[in-house]
């Protein structure tokens, strides 16, 4: 729905830049991980590293805000 949407946005901004710069080449424009690590200028690995990270920090950031959905349902 629209406000898990925003969350998501809301959790994507607050990430690292270059971790966000990651998460939004490989899973929102589909890029590839070659590609993508191509147009940061870093090893495929260095990405795989940055995405890893990005996807810690953003499960992180939406565990904390579950807490919040519950609290506006009650």
């Known amino acids: 729905n629209k406000q898990k949407a925003q969350k998501v946005a809301e959790a994507l901004e607050l990430l690292p830049e270059r971790q966000r710069i990651a998460m939004t080449l490989?899973?929102?424009?589909?890029?590839?991980?070659?590609?993508?690590?191509e147009i940061?200028?870093?090893s495929v690995s260095a990405l795989e590293s940055l995405l890893v990270r990005g996807r810690m920090r953003m499960y992180d950031l939406l565990q904390g805000q579950q807490g919040e959905f519950l609290k506006e349902k009650i």
């Open 26 to 37: 490989c899973y929102m424009q589909e890029q590839g991980n070659r590609e993508a690590a």
């Open 40 to 42: 940061m200028d870093v």
